[in-house]
């Protein structure tokens, strides 16, 4: 989100150059989601800057008065405050990302404080070698240096309970997601790997539940543009055998 | 009198996460909610919400620093209506294995919150919709929730009720667990009805209902 407003880049670091496509008011989509039975909805703040944070407290304030279902919140957030201000609001998860690398003691700070199931930690990943994935912060400009997997594993030994791995080469390219790295982690840690990045088809949806293990799966411009609604994807999931909630 | 005060519920105050949550969904269903940070804002209340999310131990000591532990305590033996969400529901026993806690909790239920032990290999806290068993279908709560609902779940831990008879669902991730209990008035979820979509605002309208008498 930008502005309040939800938008959605090609491919990171587009949002800088201008290249944001904006989709419309976050409020209105996510009853529009919540009447499609979406199981989750998630909020990320891209521009992540103090007028930022306070519209996304209105955002998230306005979307969890009326959907009565999973809120996740991420963007700018740096300490247990920020978290609880999200929470407050009507947020019941907290994604951080380069917060978490910055300071990876934030996880622990804010798994006992709120409890692991509320800390999420995400993490974009780059491939950069033929078998090695890098961790990127800042909105996927700045590499650490970090594998993948190794943090993925160290932000749950911290107290993570959720991960969300977006693969920064798929992303929103609509070409499926990168089943490897998905599945390497996920079959790295004790707690869901939410898959993100990538979904273009509904056999990229089933395709990384099923060979690349992740527990969930988030896609946000096949909604946004009304390519298919969630409930074609539960649909096509049944049919793969996936157990789904049905709408 | 005008006839809304029988519907006030005490919506306990105490720091918790989910707060706004489920004081919109209270509104939702038609309850009048009083926010209630002392024991002094209970009393009068026809019913009590205590809600709750994160660690036990922060809980208790949350709820026992600003004397709400006692009040919820005398406000149950009052026999008025009581619903407890999530860490609200585990507060009810007598103490949990969470970050080897040792704070005690309510006591009105015998038994302990354990863990979601790791030999089943599921992924642990277990986070999102899984289905209830109804297994007391004349519970009020559930008037209208029939067996195989989904409902939302985000924890790693649960409380093992020392009297199976209190069990009102169950839900099974790995192991089967008392995803709800009820004994005359006392009512507690492990899921959260206020992120439950329909059937959680359903369950909630129960409960309003069974509030107002």
């Known amino acids: 989100m930008h502005g309040g407003q939800v938008t959605r880049g090609v491919q990171f670091g587009i949002a800088e150059a201008g290249g944001l496509r904006n989709v419309g008011d976050p409020v209105e989509l996510a009853l529009r989601y919540n009447e499609q039975g979406a199981d989750e909805m998630v909020f990320f703040d891209i521009t992540a800057t103090a007028h930022g944070r306070t519209t996304m407290v209105e955002v998230v304030e306005r979307a969890a008065d009326q959907c009565f279902m999973p809120l996740?919140?991420?963007?700018?957030?740096?300490s247990v405050d920020d978290m609880y201000t999200m929470l407050r609001a009507g947020a019941d998860k907290i994604s951080i990302n380069s917060s978490a690398i910055a300071t990876p003691d934030l996880i622990r700070a804010g798994a006992e404080k709120f409890g692991s199931q509320c800390i999420v930690v995400s993490i974009d990943a780059r491939k950069v070698?033929?078998?090695?994935?890098?961790?990127?912060?800042h909105g996927s400009r700045k590499a650490t240096g970090w594998d993948a997997?190794?943090?993925?594993?160290?932000?749950?030994?911290?107290?993570?309970?959720e991960i969300v791995l977006n693969s920064i080469d798929a992303d929103g390219t609509k070409a499926g997601f990168d089943l490897v790295i998905t599945r390497r982690i996920s079959e790295a840690v004790g707690v869901p790997v939410v898959a993100s990045g990538g979904a273009g088809t509904l056999e990229h949806m089933a395709e990384v539940l099923l060979e690349g293990k992740a527990d969930a799966v988030l896609a946000a411009s096949i909604f946004h543009f009304g390519t298919y609604t969630v409930g074609d994807v539960k649909n096509f999931l049944v049919s793969k055998g996936i157990p789904v909630r049905p709408v | 009198m005008p006839n809304y005060l029988a519907r006030v519920i005490a919506l306990i105050d105490y720091g918790s996460g989910n707060l706004?949550?489920?004081h919109k969904a209270l509104l939702k269903v038609g309850a009048e909610v009083r926010v209630a940070q002392r024991p002094e804002e209970i009393t009068g209340a026809r019913a009590m919400v205590l809600p709750g999310v994160g660690a036990f131990d922060d809980c208790i000591q949350a709820l026992g620093k600003q004397g709400l532990l006692e009040a919820a305590r005398q406000f149950?033996?009052?026999?008025?209506p009581f619903l407890g969400i999530c860490v609200g529901y585990q507060a009810l026993f007598?103490?949990?294995?969470?970050?080897?806690?040792?704070a005690a909790g309510l006591g009105i239920f015998q038994g302990k919150v354990v863990r979601f032990p790791a030999e089943h290999g599921l992924k642990i806290p277990q986070i999102g919709w899984n289905q209830l068993e109804v297994v007391k279908p004349e519970c009020p709560l559930f008037r209208g929730v029939p067996s195989g609902s989904y409902v939302y779940f985000v924890h790693s831990f649960f409380p093992q009720p020392a009297d199976a008879s209190i069990v009102a669902t169950q839900t099974t991730y790995g192991e089967t667990f008392a995803s709800s209990v009820w004994r005359d008035n006392v009512f507690a979820t492990q899921f959260h009805p206020e992120k439950s979509q329909k059937v959680g605002l359903q369950l909630l309208k129960n409960f309003v209902e069974l509030a107002a008498g």
């Open chain 2, 20 to 22: 706004r949550s489920v």
């Open chain 1, 129 to 137: 070698a033929p078998d090695r994935w890098e961790v990127f912060s």
């Open chain 2, 76 to 80: 149950i033996q009052t026999g008025r």
């Open chain 1, 72 to 78: 996740t919140v991420g963007g700018g957030l740096r």
């Open chain 1, 149 to 161: 997997v190794e943090w993925a594993k160290r932000a749950v030994s911290l107290g993570a309970g």
């Open chain 2, 94 to 102: 007598e103490k949990s294995e969470e970050f080897n806690s040792c």
